[in-house]
């Protein structure tokens, strides 16, 4: 009876959405706003009771009772994370700056560690022996790893920006920087595909054999 | 490795001494030799068609809030405009994000009187549709349709949305440019657009058309950065040729992490 | 001075996390003395990032109420909006507190079976715009296009079994899946890898900005 | 000529029909395909093979409704793979959906495999605070989680008895429209644990790059790692049911591309 209910409600809510394929309607403007709805709801009440309660509220509360001197910590969180809601005042947005240079800046002071942590085995995963010998398929590899040196240098050579290359030569390199990029350009685009697909096929299939109970499966 | 090693806090050390050290000798005045992008050529291109067509312009900023991607395109909007203002052109801009209204609106009356013309200036043009992106987006291409802007600039941080909005606008065979840090949606750019600058680029560009002297400081103070990396590749690669062939330890990577 | 207190808060929230990765993990005969500090401060950013996530939340419904208050056309749809905030709340809540068989249906029909199918479906139509894009848009017009499209060509029918099933009969290197790997593994790992240290350059000169407020535009007056 | 022409003038509503036909048609008529295994999936598996039971995984799954097609099988598959090897791990989120997800996703599996909450997996619900967080969390366990999301404090688990810091981990899982790299560079630099990502698709090229240096222990890649998954565990889940709409769908596509330049070059022609 319930299940019944809900590929029901389900499949209407599909296909309202889906109605806006033949223009942007009532009925879809409708959904449009429950489903904000529901996403805003669903997401205040998580970060309250999975975020902010557990970590902050029963731990303020514990402290007072105990006496634990470190509560001025969590009333200083408080303090700092209303400063955020600041941002919709004109008059008073300055508040807002401090909660948002904290923020800035806890986030500079990390991209340190953050981008040398991801970049230096970077670096040295792309010393490639441009010439190996004595291994099977050693015309291949050489050829693979010379290529990506090649691709590598060409690629970051188009993105220099304070100087032009004098020779003519050299100035093929950036050209061919971007030629490289195309590639990958492509591999974005042809990715692409799969995930847009993803959800859409899930869709259909749940119209075709939850709702309408046609195929196997 | 927990903490950085000295090979690491001497990149850090280079690396910011170069970007400060650019930034203060802009900042002293000194010009800066930034290179001029093919993207560029293109930007002055299809100003001069909008003013043959005697079309408005069309210039988006894109997804971002306040943030420097989108203050970098702001620099290019600011250009665009006095531009075409001085040929008597109107640009229209759709606005994503609430905050972003009134800095463009003070940029634009700027931009117009600047040029000339502050009669040109209406508010009408600075559009906010919605910042829910499928509604924006709708909202974006129906004004292409309606106005039939002679170019389109797409410059900033893009979603999805990027392939219906450029979709849009080559369907009404104007001229397009776009610039985007967001790299997922370049392909859809290239595609559509006239010529898509890419990452970088669009600081880049903005620092050629602005006199921001922290951006272009700190853009040229970059390139040590990049140079640097390259740098280490090739030697790096060579090493480890002469690693496998010779036999010997690869001193580059010894280097790195000391 | 408003700004310089803003400033200096910057500042000194930076220094906290650089200082701990720059400092060596023993000097002399002490230890880090800021890492053992990284378990706490990280605790207290959680909470201080857990009130941002309201923000957005409160200005769409302060704009939805004043939609509501002025009268604008559509705002019936905001009054539909807050209903159905107010019941995934309440579903979510008694869901978690006091799940009764009651509040489990409640939670089922809005969660499972309304927000994720609307959620999917909004996200699904980009499949089609995307397919009639893609006819439309991918015409091989210069040379950066043709290898862009050939590209995107291999990589679309090497991630599907139906790129074997079409090539199964050819040797092993000329099968496209394997053709899509080496794109994928070798000329895009390599020209992407060049992007991230470009990004990676670009994102510490911008944290130098930001951490030492040296954006302009930025600045509080 | 001319009516090459037309070919590049298909009205959207007759593709959007094609698509819609291409994508049915799997439901009604049966295909069965070969699937290729790719390295990269490969070695995720082998990676979880090799691991030890002493030490638990953490499996991060930030992801809703809007990517579902394409996660759910991986984490189906994935969290198939630990059970079934009888590997602990604790689920979380850095979204507030994602761990309601990742939690159904779970009940099913572990009533397969007869596993019990608590004891085999748990789930500490939502954190926010990336970075911030992955990195006391790297510290401290059981102070940066505190409680479940049922609100159980983790000192009550019985499988996160004796569990402190990063080093009772074993490997981490995060599966995410786009996977957060600061796992890599707050987790794996420092301290050298494993991870594995799951992604969807399209930003997946942006990740291969970390595979090459070693940096990813595996990486799916959006439905075709799942089914690439399901096919190395032996079983015929989501992801196989999926990837053969997937099939027509991306034959469809560049038929349509080949169509629609083959009449964009007629048209030239006829200029």
């Not at chain 1, 096929?201 to 046609?214: A, E, K, M, S, T």
């Not at chain 2, 001069?48 to 395109?73: D, Q, V, Y």
């Amino acid at each position: 009876m319930n299940l019944e209910l809900f590929i029901w409600v389900e499949a209407i809510c599909t296909l309202a959405i889906f109605s806006f394929l033949f223009r942007e309607n009532p009925v879809y403007r409708l959904f449009e706003h429950i489903f904000l709805g529901l996403t805003i709801g669903f997401v205040l009440m998580k970060t309250w009771l999975e975020v902010l309660k557990p970590k902050w509220w029963d731990r303020l509360i514990y402290c007072i009772e105990v006496g634990d001197p470190h509560f001025w910590i969590w009333i200083i969180a408080f303090i700092l994370g209303m400063m955020w809601y600041f941002q919709l005042s004109r008059r008073w947005y300055w508040i807002s700056r401090i909660a948002i240079g904290i923020s800035l800046g806890v986030g500079a002071g990390m991209e340190f560690k953050n981008q040398f942590m991801l970049i230096m085995p970077q670096i040295t995963a792309s010393f490639k022996p441009i010439l190996v010998r004595n291994t099977q398929g050693m015309l291949q590899f050489s050829f693979n790893n010379f290529f990506m040196v090649f691709t590598i240098v060409a690629v970051l050579s188009y993105f220099f920006f304070s100087f032009e290359f004098k020779y003519k030569g050299m100035q093929l390199l950036p050209r061919a920087g971007r030629l490289l990029l195309m590639i990958s350009f492509g591999a974005f685009f042809g990715n692409t595909v799969m995930t847009r697909f993803a959800v859409f096929i899930d869709r259909i299939q749940f119209l075709i054999q939850q709702w309408l109970h046609i195929g196997g499966g | 490795m927990e903490h950085a090693n000295w090979a690491i806090r001497f990149l850090i050390f280079l690396l910011c001494a170069s970007i400060l050290i650019r930034i203060w000798q802009a900042r002293k005045g000194k010009k800066l030799f930034i290179r001029r992008l093919p993207g560029l050529d293109a930007i002055d291109e299809a100003i001069g068609r909008a003013t043959e067509l005697g079309k408005p312009i069309l210039f988006s900023l894109g997804l971002g809030g306040l943030n420097p991607t989108t203050f970098a395109s702001m620099s290019v909007l600011r250009y665009v405009t006095t531009t075409a203002a001085k040929y008597g052109l109107r640009v229209i801009v759709p606005i994503f994000r609430p905050e972003v209204y009134p800095v463009v609106e003070d940029l634009m009356r700027e931009a117009y009187t600047v040029a000339g013309r502050p009669d040109l200036f209406s508010p009408d043009d600075i559009r906010f549709f919605s910042d829910q992106q499928s509604t924006w987006a709708s909202a974006v291409a129906g004004t292409m349709e309606r106005e039939r802007p002679a170019a389109n600039f797409f410059f900033g941080e893009y979603g999805f949305e990027s392939l219906i909005i450029a979709e849009t606008g080559r369907h009404i065979g104007a001229i397009q440019i776009a610039a985007t840090v967001s790299y997922y949606q370049i392909p859809f750019f290239i595609l559509a657009c006239d010529y898509t600058l890419m990452g970088e680029e669009l600081y880049a560009a903005s620092a050629y058309l602005s006199d921001n002297p922290v951006l272009r400081g700190s853009l040229v103070g970059q390139d040590l950065g990049k140079i640097l990396i390259t740098l280490l590749i090739v030697l790096g690669s060579i090493g480890a040729t002469f690693a496998t062939l010779k036999g010997i330890p690869n001193w580059i990577l010894e280097l790195l992490k000391y | 001075m408003r700004g310089f207190i803003i400033k200096l808060l910057t500042f000194l929230a930076g220094l906290f996390y650089f200082l701990e990765f720059i400092l060596p993990a023993k000097i002399g005969r002490y230890n880090n003395p800021l890492t053992p500090y990284i378990q706490p401060v990280g605790e207290f950013l959680i909470v201080f990032w857990g009130f941002a996530i309201g923000v957005g939340a409160l200005s769409l419904m302060v704009s939805h109420y004043r939609k509501i208050k002025l009268k604008r056309p559509g705002w019936a749809y905001s009054i539909v909006f807050f209903i159905s905030m107010i019941a995934m709340m309440i579903a979510v809540y008694l869901n978690s507190t006091h799940p009764t068989p009651k509040a489990r249906f409640m939670y089922e029909l809005l969660f499972t079976h309304m927000y994720m199918p609307l959620g999917a479906t909004i996200f699904s139509l980009l499949a089609l715009f995307m397919a009639s894009a893609a006819y439309r848009g991918m015409k091989i017009r210069t040379l950066e296009g043709a290898v862009m499209v050939l590209s995107a060509i291999i990589v679309m029918l090497g991630q599907v079994p139906i790129g074997l099933w079409l090539t199964h009969r050819l040797p092993a290197k000329a099968q496209l899946p394997r053709i899509s790997a080496w794109i994928l593994n070798v000329a895009n790992t390599a020209a992407y890898r060049a992007v991230i240290f470009g990004i990676a350059v670009g994102a510490i000169a911008m944290a130098i900005r930001v951490w030492l407020s040296l954006e302009k535009e930025m600045e509080v007056k | 000529m001319r009516l090459l022409a037309k070919l590049q003038e298909i009205p959207y509503r007759v593709v959007y029909l094609l698509v819609l036909v291409a994508i049915v048609l799997p439901f009604v008529i049966e295909l069965k395909l070969p699937v290729f295994v790719s390295n990269e999936t490969l070695m995720a598996y082998n990676t979880i093979e090799q691991l030890p039971d002493t030490q638990i995984v953490i499996f991060v799954s930030s992801w809703d409704a809007g990517i579902k097609g394409e996660l759910w099988p991986q984490t189906e598959a994935l969290m198939r793979h630990l059970m079934q090897r009888g590997i602990k791990f604790a689920i979380m989120s850095q979204i507030a959906q994602g761990a309601s997800f990742a939690e159904e996703i779970a009940e099913r599996v572990a009533k397969l495999y007869n596993k019990k909450y608590g004891v085999d997996w748990c789930n500490w619900g939502f954190l926010t605070g990336d970075a911030a967080m992955i990195q006391a969390l790297a510290k401290n366990i059981p102070k940066t989680v505190q409680k479940d999301f049922r609100g159980t404090p983790l000192t009550d688990i019985p499988m996160m008895q004796g569990i402190e810091d990063i080093s009772d981990v074993s490997l981490i899982i995060d599966i995410d429209y786009g996977p957060r790299p600061e796992w890599i560079s707050f987790v794996h630099g420092p301290y050298g644990t494993p991870i594995i990502f799951g992604c969807a698709s399209i930003v997946s090229s942006t990740l291969f790059p970390y595979i090459d240096s070693g940096q990813l222990a595996g990486l799916l890649v959006g439905v075709r790692g799942a089914t690439e998954y399901e096919s190395l565990l032996g079983y015929r889940g989501m992801g196989h049911k999926l990837i053969i709409p997937q099939s027509l769908a991306h034959l469809l596509i560049v038929i349509l591309v080949l169509l629609g330049n083959i009449g964009y070059l007629a048209a030239r022609k006829l200029q």
